[in-house]
């Protein structure tokens, strides 16, 4: 008698993009051209360590989902097509350029290949913290006064509020953001502004600081399915310089520095207008799947929007976007898979869904 085969349902094929970062990589080289100047120390904060890949790869999988590792390079538009993916869920920061996180979500759209998470122009627009602001004062969101000094401009001009915050206009995971980022006269900012116009090569965005309590909203889901989950509060334990900043270090080194409070203790009607707002800025700014939004509230509790992430980072145990949830009852891989599910569901791909 002949042998039937038993196969399995075929499970959701996902492919994973992302860009690793130097020391999570085989080579060092992206195909860039070697710079003369050499990189600053955070040069690659925004990329992820393979071990997120691979929390997000074993959640995907204790799904039943089979899944592929994208690496995001020159070689992508060919593993795309070898691949051949169902969906992707897409943590690619991109390559280079003010518009390197739309290179993907674009790529993808290119070939028609669905995925999670915001698409190129929400991406392109949210990673320019200025246009963003610019956008979202037009809805009436509170944000900090700002101006930005171009590239190419030679000398301060106009009227600044200090203290001020410097801080590149397209980086995220706080890159350029230091314990000397809060300048107090205009000297201090002229040559904070020079250095870091060279090391971090793009435009440099000068705000009022605002002192306060700092907090961070984590969003999923869709249209009538959004989402907000109760603010994270971070607060402050130790300072690294006379201000309060969650920069680069106070991020690597957080727990030395900030505890996190999640529901953070704050009136309700405070509390309602910050997921309300974050709400909002999400919804204007078509944001799919997932965002976490930055907000302080100055002591005589005004609430200003810092900036949105739509590609907020998803390192287990260290992002906050994945520490939101979990306060919040949402295990990491339940995280994981509501994203997917989001996407699923936008996409008419609602047969997977099922498999929850
Ligand atoms: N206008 C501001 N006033 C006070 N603190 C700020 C301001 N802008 C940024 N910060 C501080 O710097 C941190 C990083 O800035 P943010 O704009 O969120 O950049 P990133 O995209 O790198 O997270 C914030 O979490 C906050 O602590
Ligand atoms: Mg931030």
């Known amino acids: 008698m002949e042998k039937r085969e038993i196969t399995e349902p075929p499970g959701l094929h996902v492919g994973i993009t992302y860009n690793l970062k130097k020391s999570s990589r085989d080579e060092k080289s992206d195909g860039q051209p070697d710079d003369l100047e050499p990189d600053p120390p955070d040069s690659d904060a925004e990329y992820d360590d393979i071990t997120t890949v691979l929390a997000i790869k074993a959640a995907l999988e204790s799904k039943n989902c089979r899944v592929s590792l994208l690496e995001v390079n020159k070689d992508l ?21 003010r518009g390197r996180e739309s290179e993907v979500p674009a790529l993808l759209d ?67 953001i230091s314990d000397v980022s809060v300048v107090t006269n205009r000297r201090e900012l002229q040559n904070l502004v020079s250095r870091d116009l060279k090391l971090y090569k793009q435009d440099m965005l000068v705000e009022e600081y605002i002192s306060g309590r700092e907090f961070t909203v984590g969003i999923f ?54 997921m309300n707002t974050a709400r909002k800025i999400y919804e204007v700014l078509s944001c799919r799947d997932f965002a976490r939004i930055d907000f302080r509230l100055s002591p005589d509790e005004e ?11 998803l390192a287990p145990g260290y992002s906050d976007f994945p520490m939101i949830a979990e306060f919040n009852g949402m295990s990491y891989d339940s995280l994981i898979w509501n994203v997917l599910k989001s996407a699923l569901q936008r996409f008419g791909m609602e047969s997977y869904v099922g498999k929850d």
């Open 77 to 97: 538009p060919v593993k795309l097509m070898e691949d051949k993916p169902d969906i992707v869920f897409n943590i690619a920061e991109g390559i280079g350029g």
């Open 110 to 176: 290119l070939y028609g290949i669905p995925y999670t998470g915001s698409d190129e122009t929400t991406l392109c627009i949210a990673l320019d913290k200025a246009l963003t602001k610019r956008i979202l004062t037009s809805y009436h969101i509170k944000t900090p006064k700002y101006q930005v000094i171009k590239k190419e401009q030679k000398e301060l001009a106009g009227n600044f509020h200090f203290p001020a915050i410097v801080k590149p206009n397209a980086e995220g995971s706080s890159k350029g």
């Open 221 to 274: 889901g869709n249209g009538d399915d959004v989402h907000v989950f109760s603010p994270m509060e971070v607060c402050y334990i130790k300072k690294e310089g006379q201000y309060n900043v969650y920069s680069y270090n106070v991020k690597r080194n957080y727990k030395d520095y900030v505890r996190y409070k999640c529901p953070a203790d704050i009136p309700k009607h405070i509390e309602t207008e910050m």
């Open 303 to 313: 609430l200003y929007f810092i900036e949105i992430n739509p590609l907020p980072g």
